[in-house]
């Protein structure tokens, strides 16, 4: 892997933000997954109306910033009473003040429906650093299969896995 930007925004934010449910990043293709989950079925005008507001406020901060994404996908997906918002976003534009916006407006929005695990993990750069080094050794290893991990949340803890 020649840009391990990548890397370093999955780690941050699999670790910064309680509101991600899930975070997957397939490094190979250069694209990241995100996925919220809220409490209850979100009505189909409600989920339009909500989506349409989030891509003109994105569009607004990547033009703003002089970004275009290549990939810039948001959806909602209904499973047994539970609402999960999924953000597919391509890597190279993707920074966290974006991610920070995106999860404004589902507070502001959800506010009492967003699962979230209170736990703010804070940890040292060092961790950081030999996690990175870590699942860097796994994509650059050429092993089939180590070029997409998926970080989630259970108990206060991140688990990252190969996917």
């Known amino acids: 892997m020649k840009n391990d930007c990548g890397l370093d925004i999955f780690i941050s934010i699999s670790l910064k933000y309680p509101e991600l449910n899930a975070v997957k990043y397939q490094a190979d293709q250069e694209k990241i ?6 409490k209850q079925d979100i009505d189909k005008r409600h989920k339009e109306t909500f989506i ?24 909602f997906q209904e499973n047994g009473g539970v609402s999960f918002l ?13 991610i920070e916006l995106l999860l404004l407006m589902v507070r502001e929005e959800f506010k009492d429906l967003l699962f979230q695990n209170d736990d703010r993990i804070i940890l040292e750069d060092s961790v950081k650093k030999r996690l990175k080094k870590n699942l860097l050794s796994k994509i650059n290893t050429g092993n089939l299969g180590a070029t ?12 990252v896995f190969n996917s």
Not at 52 to 75: N, Y
Not at 148 to 159: K, M, S
Request: with cysteine; net charge negative; hydrophobic share 40%.
């Open 86 to 98: 999924r953000v597919y976003r391509d890597i190279n534009t993707l920074v966290e003040e974006e």
């Open 52 to 75: 349409r507001k989030l891509e003109d406020c994105l569009r607004i901060f990547h033009r703003l910033s002089s970004t275009w994404p290549s990939l810039m996908d948001l959806s």
């Open 33 to 38: 997954f995100l996925e919220l989950a809220l």
């Open 148 to 159: 997409n991990f998926l970080a989630y949340r259970q108990e206060g803890r991140v688990l």
